[in-house]
């Protein structure tokens, strides 16, 4: 049972333009949503985040948005850059009950940023 | 800083063999974690570690031990390897584990393959 989910594999935008990655999720005790970026060979770097007591988040030329009712999120790139071609992975953590903190991925989606 | 490292990058197993994966942090993390990535699933969690001499088990623990007898030194050990442990496996660390606003750094990755 996928609690994450990112629907489209991949993505093609031009560079410039703006990139749009979504993500939906199923568990309402996720509190705090993470987006990690992964080149082919390398492993996942942390991105953004955003906690559920907001609904937006800026970084630079990252922007996450939250809608908590509608259990979805997403990543608005903008302008898109061929350096951000790369896997996006949505994640959920939750503190485990050992302590320690979980992360829960989506699938991934493939980001090709076209000139 | 090194960040995470993991040992070998690329390994090949018969079904039945035993091997170990390294994974090492410099950072001073107390908080350290196995992840493994199959296609078209998200990353999952396999067993955790919240500081040295402590470990528990994650989402995907079956067939996989671990132990911590370092800060530094998390290794993942695969007793009698199966082609269902065919993966890429991650290692990740953080400062303490305890809250999701600690950014958890991965590592490169190491690819097995089960034959």
């Known amino acids: 049972d996928q609690q994450v989910k990112q629907n489209s594999p991949s993505l093609s935008v031009q560079e410039g333009r703006i990139s749009i990655l979504n993500c939906d999720y199923t568990?309402?005790?996720?509190?705090?949503f993470l987006w990690y970026k992964k080149y082919p060979a390398e492993g996942p770097t942390f991105l953004i985040s955003?906690?559920?007591?907001?609904d937006k988040n800026e970084d630079g030329r990252f922007t996450v948005f939250l809608n908590k009712s509608a259990k979805h999120l997403s990543l608005h790139i903008v302008p898109s850059q061929p350096g951000d071609s790369a896997v996006y992975f949505c994640?959920?953590?939750?503190?485990?009950?050992?302590?320690?903190?979980?992360?829960?991925f989506g699938t991934g989606t493939q980001l090709k940023v076209e000139l | 800083n090194a960040g995470v490292t993991q040992t070998p990058k690329f390994q090949v197993l018969k079904t039945g063999q035993s091997m170990t994966l390294q994974c090492a942090q410099d950072?001073?993390?107390?908080?350290m974690s196995w992840y493994r990535q199959d296609p078209g699933m998200g990353l999952r969690l396999i067993h955790y570690?919240?500081?040295?001499?402590?470990?528990d088990q994650g989402e995907v623990p079956n067939g996989y031990n671990v132990s911590r007898s370092t800060t530094e030194d998390f290794p993942l050990r695969l007793l009698s390897a199966a082609p269902s442990q065919t993966s890429v496996y991650f290692c990740?660390?953080?400062?303490?584990?305890?809250?999701?606003?600690?950014?958890?750094?991965f590592g490169p990755g190491t690819r097995l393959t089960v034959l």
């Open positions: 990740a660390s953080s400062y303490s584990g305890l809250y999701p606003t600690d950014t958890q750094y």
């Open positions: 568990n309402s005790m996720f509190d705090y």
């Open positions: 955003i906690s559920s007591i907001k």
């Open positions: 994640a959920a953590s939750s503190i485990l009950t050992g302590g320690g903190n979980k992360l829960t």
């Open positions: 950072m001073n993390h107390e908080y």
């Open positions: 570690s919240v500081g040295a001499g402590i470990t």
